[in-house]
């Protein structure tokens, strides 16, 4: 099983994420900052993610469109 803890911080890029580590299963940003066009590059990205944590990440965690979309 494939984890990593990372906390995000202002000025990361959601893409150098996905492309360092295309097969990540888990993710955990919670309490860190994150915007929402950056947890939509991370869904769309991963393809094998099968938890997200993005509690206290500076957004709504149950935006409507995130939901919709890959909820």
Not at 5 to 19: K, Q, W
């Amino acid at each position: 099983m494939k984890a990593l803890e990372y906390v995000a911080n202002e000025g990361d890029d959601a893409s150098f994420l996905v492309a360092s580590l295309p097969e990540l299963k888990y993710l955990d940003l919670h309490g860190g900052f994150i915007e929402k066009e950056d947890v939509v590059k991370i869904l769309k990205g991963f393809k094998q993610l099968v938890h997200l944590d993005i509690k206290e990440c500076g957004f709504c965690e149950d935006d409507a469109e995130i939901l919709y979309e890959y909820g």
